[in-house]
């Protein structure tokens, strides 16, 4: 059906596709038209820190930046120094350069709490607050958090402080939930549904409509049978008192949706060398594009490379083969190192093993040169884990490719731990700044 | 042994894979398992290579002794409908609730209600008999939400039945709950050797605790083999690099000499090792970690060519090693 389902691997590296164009994030930060910076992708790409390092960096560029964390893991938090997050950005300490970071982790609670107490009476507002429908609503019933991050990024950009906002998404159930369900409630609480719930005989006043009333107080005896009689009292408490208020939910998610789709608008997809992850990313590419909202390119997170992938994981494999297969101790240059005996030819092209005899005893545990043996058979094994690893990633990114050319990318090396601190962040950062991975500088010639 | 796994774990450890090679491991010697999906993903279609799965109990697999596993997408849309006929009869009603946009308003918007639909159609299965009162399952496996939201996912029926006080709705989350809460169901956390996935299952588990939920297994997935250990990397800082480029050259691959091919590879090489040598020492701290969790503890390899098919199968067939099964 879709390119990749396909799950043969290509045939060979020489079918390999054109590289995809490189996503190069400076000018993107550094533009002062780019307002707003939406990472997107399925959860555990790095998506939170992706957000986080970006911020960083366009912040000791020179920029005035806060970044929306949606559920940050408490190290990544703790990095940026707000492990007491409440709902309001905090300034980063110890950011270099000329410009602000601030950050902040979204209480999907609270911002929904600060909507009601912004727009009723101290009275409705208590109303509103203590009715146990709107409780178990604003504690995040499916699509909440994804309607409270849209309404606080609409709230951030409206109090013009910062010139660069980084947004994170939510670990929702699918990367496109963001997108879809602040419309989603929004349309409910402004709709008919909502409307027939709590004033059926309205809808009902003119005389045409006769028929349809029947039918909707059939519907709504239904839902209180169905759902309880007390419950949809609730919910029709809630409304009524939400209605008066402030209308028009749905025009608020309306202005944030346009929000997105506005120039000065970039979305990064964050996705890991990974089949799902990718899918994913590829179903994002296109949803955006569908939407008609600006997609600026892809972030891989945790791509392997290596210094030495001259060397196929068949050669190591096999060349380790060899060194754990010498069993005779080596008679070979033990002075000076002139005569050279068993190094082979300095060609890649000759897989000759040197010549093994069958063992004359065990073998010494203290021979150093034995240990070097196994040790580097142990080194080769690690880098053929390493290129199988690499031609996997290239495969799946392929697939990406084939299916999306247009799309940019930025390519960042995996790291071996987990971020801790500023310095893992700008690490970070400029590794996505380098759009490729980064890897460590050939050795010198220095012993 | 729980009759409901559910399966649950952090985005990318994988769950979906672990989930689907437990239904497999389960389904030995003539057993019969059930895997639900309830997130609309396709992720199981996906990994058996078989087209989008419907609204229906459908086998997919045949575990070998003559097992079987079936697998079913829970459509929440599907599964109200299903309901209010199964209760009310609604036939052409409920296409009128569909028009007025009740059906997703309960669906997707409902407090809770599209969870309480998901698990309720989960415990009904463990519950369902045939003829001869046999279960029609012998285990049910559920690929549940990630371990950041399993616990609501779960508990949604104890919050419904405080919210819905009286009616059908809150009869049926109490029978859920009690399918829950019991020795018939058993949690499961998916993870992985690093630090974000293990807090998150520490997390998780406390929050299952306090919940009053039955905690199963950790099941650790994508473990790499141990290509070193620790004295193999103390070896390689203590071992002079001329050493490995002999070593090298001696396997055929070039030069020992400054500038020959064998020692030009030797400092990516020991680069490599580098690498390794943190990742060993976090996958050490993180696994010491788990093991204070106090829970049985499982391991599945990293499949060096990528998930399919036949790794499922590996997956499954090392787990029923393990003994999970």
Known sequence: MSPDQDRHPRPSPAHRLSPAPRLDLDPLIDDPKTRIVVCCGSGGVGKTTTAAALGLRAAERGRKVVVLTIDPARRLAQSMGIDSLDNTPRRVKDVEGEGELHAMMLDMKRTFDEIVEAHADAERAA?????????????????TQEYMAMEKLGQLRARDEWDLIVVDTPPSRSALDFLDAPKRLGSFLDGRLIRLLTAPAKLGGRAGMKFLNVGMSMMTGTLGKLLGGQLLKDVQTFVAAMDTTFGGFRTRADATYKLLQAPGTAFLVVAAPERDALREAAYFVERLAAERMPLAGLVLNRVHGSDADRLSAERALAAAETLENLEEPRIVDQEGGKAGLRNSPDTYGSSEAPDTSPASGPDSPVDPERTADLLTAGLLRLHADRMHLLSREQRTRDRFTARHPEVAVAEVAALPGDVHDLAGLRDIGNRLAAGRPELPEPGTDAG | MSRLQVVSGKGGTGKTTV?????????????????????????????????????????????????????????????????????????????????????????????????????????????RKDKSGRFAYDYVVMDAPPTGRVTRFLNVNDEVAGLAKIGP?????????????????????????????????????AELRAARLPVGRIIVNMVRP?????????????????????????????????????????????????????????????????????????????????MDLAGLYELATELRKQEIS
Do not use: W
């Not at chain 2, 070896?235 to 070593?247: D, E, G, H, Q």
């Not at chain 2, 400054?258 to 060993?280: F, I, M």
């Open chain 2, 169 to 205: 709705i809150h009869n049926q989350a109490q029978a859920v709950m009690r399918v829950l809460k019991s020795k018939e169901t058993a949690v499961h956390l998916v993870t992985l050797l690093e630090e974000m996935p293990v807090q998150e299952t520490a997390d998780g588990i």
């Open chain 2, 19 to 127: 989930a689907a090679a437990l239904a497999l491991a389960l389904a030995t010697e003539g057993k019969r398992t059930l895997l639900v999906e309830v997130e609309g993903r396709q992720g199981i279609a996906q990994l058996f290579e078989t087209e989008a799965l419907p609204y229906e109990e459908r086998k997919i697999a045949v575990a070998p002794g003559g097992g079987e596993v079936y697998a079913l997408a829970i459509d929440p849309e599907l599964a109200l409908l299903d309901y209010l006929q199964m209760f009310y009869k609604l036939g052409g009603a409920g296409r009128a609730l569909k028009k007025l946009g009740a059906i997703d308003f309960a669906t997707t918007i409902a407090p809770g209600l599209r969870d309480v639909l998901l698990t309720g159609k989960a415990c009904e299965a463990v519950r």
């Open chain 1, 127 to 143: 109303a509103i607050l203590n009715n146990p429908f709107y409780q178990s609503l604003s504690a995040g019933f499916a699509g």
């Open chain 2, 226 to 306: 141990e290509v070193l250990d620790g004295e193999d990397l103390e070896l390689v800082r203590s071992t002079p690099r001329s050493a490995v480029a002999k070593a090298l050259s001696s396997a055929g691959l070039g030069g020992a000499r400054r500038g020959g091919n064998a020692e030009k590879l030797v400092d990516p090489l020991v680069q490599q090792a580098e690498e390794y040598a943190v990742r060993y020492e976090l996958e050490h701290e993180q696994r010491s970690v788990l093991g204070d969790l106090g829970l049985p503890l499982h391991e599945l390899p990293l499949l060096s060519e990528g």
